[in-house]
T-cell receptor, first 112, second 110 residues
Framework: NAGVTQTPKFRILKIGQSMTLQCTQDMNHNYMYWYRQDPGMGLKLIYYSVGAGITDKGEVPNGYNVSRSTTEDFPLRLELAAPSQTSVYFC???????????FGSGTRLTVV | RKEVEQDPGPFNVPEGATVAFNCTYSNSASQSFFWYRQDCRKEPKLLMSVYSSGNEDGRFTAQLNRASQYISLLIRDSKLSDSATYLCAVRGGSQGNLIFGKGTKLSVKP
């Protein structure tokens, strides 16, 4: 049972480039989330999904897009990367709104 | 008042000490509470849920005080391996999302 898997683990992007952060879970969880974590700033919610085909904005959605075509996958798309998007990105999932989240191991992104 | 607040620390304690962290939350309607542990450069991992009656898991005890709107985590007999950042999480978003505190850093010294 792999849990939540994120790829890549590390990435360096140039300003203006685009990329997709992959997230997949094998626990049949309905709820999935994308967070970013900056030093000293805590976890900020970017986007979340309550099921396949349903997504919604979190606290800091600007510059990002998501899709949820299957229960398992919840990719995060960065368009026109900016230095302010340098961060650690965590994907998480939960069975429903009662349980805590299971996190992936994160993607460390640097935009130069 | 911020939605979820924690003392950032660091808390520097000797092995064997008892240490307690508090976390305050602003939404009185919050229903679910959790403590997570995050090691340096790693993902947060669920340490324990916090139940209304309080709960214990080995050396760890979590308590909820709804009247004062805070949760606490008590660690007894601290080990070197307890060194980490401890995040509290409160379910309070519009869709029931978890809101995380910024974390309290614990360093256990020999």
């Amino acid at each position: 049972n792999a849990g939540v898997t994120q790829t890549p683990k590390f990435r360096i992007l140039k300003i203006g480039q685009s990329m997709t952060l992959q997230c997949t879970q094998d626990m049949n969880h309905n709820y999935m989330y994308w967070y970013r974590q900056d030093p000293g700033m805590g976890l900020k919610l970017i986007y979340y999904s309550v099921g396949a085909g349903i997504t919604d904005k979190g606290e800091v959605p600007n510059g990002y897009n998501v899709s949820r075509s299957t229960t398992e996958d919840f990719p995060l798309r960065l368009e026109l990367a900016a230095p302010s998007q340098t961060s650690v990105y965590f994907c998480a999932s939960s069975l429903d709104t009662v349980y805590g989240y299971t996190f992936g191991s994160g993607t460390r992104l640097t935009v130069v | 008042r911020k939605e979820v607040e924690q003392d950032p620390g660091p808390f520097n304690v000797p092995e064997g000490a008892t240490v307690a962290f508090n976390c305050t939350y602003s939404n009185s309607a919050s229903q679910s509470f959790f403590w997570y542990r995050q090691d340096c450069r790693k993902e947060p991992k669920l340490l324990m849920s916090v139940y209304s009656s309080g709960n214990e898991d080995g050396r760890f005890t979590a308590q909820l005080n709804r009247a004062s709107q805070y949760i606490s985590l008590l660690i007894r007999d601290s080990k070197l391996s307890d060194s980490a950042t401890y995040l509290c999480a409160v379910r309070g978003g519009s869709q029931g999302n978890l809101i995380f505190g910024k974390g309290t850093k614990l360093s256990v010294k020999p």
